[in-house]
């Protein structure tokens, strides 16, 4: 069997006729999401910028709560509260996070 390979001009001829049909519900083509680095020293930043929001607000917070103050993605929240979990930094209660 032939393998099907896409290039980027097919890729953009399909995004083209989608952006002709009628009142698209949602725009898909074009848009990008930018890629999560995962390295020791981006998740060690990350997990300086989950320390610092959870020092500076003084109260438990979820990770919604974090990932706002941190001005970061819940996902990169994640990681970084990862790193504080390993190192014993941060503790849990329910749906907050603390420091240790």
Known sequence: MAEKKTTKKATAEVCAAEETKKAPAKRTCGAKKAALVVNAE?????????????ASSETALSVKEIAKKAKISEEETLLGMGWLFKEGKIVAAEDKITLA
């Open 42 to 54: 981006s998740v060690g930043f990350k997990a300086g910028d989950v320390y610092q929001a959870l």
